[in-house]
């Protein structure tokens, strides 16, 4: 895997993802990178933190901001391993996210839903990019929680 690639990145969301999943998480991990490095790692974090806004986006998006010492992020690219919610997508838009990176799509809360307008205008999307994996590792995590 190349370095500085999007397959890349998005493995290392997917690495995130997996740190959730082990600690009873739903397993969803992302990463924001500026100028090909990496500046926040985050997965979701709801139950640890009792925090219904803890969620991987929200958190990198957060760190990425603190990291740079700006509220604006449109250098950055967001890679995370499940489509965002309409409260995440609306955190991207307010950040200026210059990049969207999902794998899964995720079709009974994702923003797609609504409309990918909830995005800023100049926010570029790519999807699918480890999407199997993804979904795998999240349906492994809601089978384990029913038995």
Same mark, same amino acid.
């Given at each position: 895997?190349?370095?500085?690639? /999007?397959?890349? !990145?998005?493995? *290392?969301?997917?690495?995130? %993802?997996?740190?959730?999943?082990? *600690? ?23 139950? &640890? ?6 969620? %991987?986006?929200?958190l990198a998006i957060t760190a990425g901001s603190n990291a740079l010492g700006a509220k604006y992020l449109p250098e950055c690219k967001l890679?995370?391993? +499940? ?8 955190? #991207? !838009?307010? #950040?200026?996210?210059? *990049? ?5 799509? /995720? ?5 797609? +839903?609504? #409309? ?12 699918? +990019?480890?999407?199997?994996?993804? &979904?795998?590792?999240?349906?492994? !995590?809601? &089978?384990?929680?029913?038995?």
């Amino acid at each position: 895997m190349e370095l500085y690639s /999007d397959a890349y !990145f998005m493995n *290392e969301a997917f690495k995130q %993802a997996k740190i959730a999943f082990e *600690e009873d998480e739903i397993p969803v991990g992302a990463v924001l990178v500026c100028r090909n490095k990496v500046i926040a790692r985050a997965y979701n974090q709801t139950e &640890k933190l009792r925090d219904v806004t803890a969620h %991987a986006e929200i958190l990198a998006i957060t760190a990425g901001s603190n990291a740079l010492g700006a509220k604006y992020l449109p250098e950055c690219k967001l890679y995370v391993t +499940l489509e965002p919610c309409v409260m995440c997508a609306g955190a #991207s !838009f307010w #950040s200026q996210l210059g *990049e969207l990176h999902y794998a899964a799509p /995720d079709p009974k809360r994702g923003f797609s +839903l609504l #409309s990918s307008s909830i995005l800023h205008p100049k926010t570029k999307v790519y999807k699918g +990019l480890m999407a199997q994996e993804s &979904k795998e590792l999240l349906n492994a !995590f809601f &089978k384990k929680l029913r038995n």
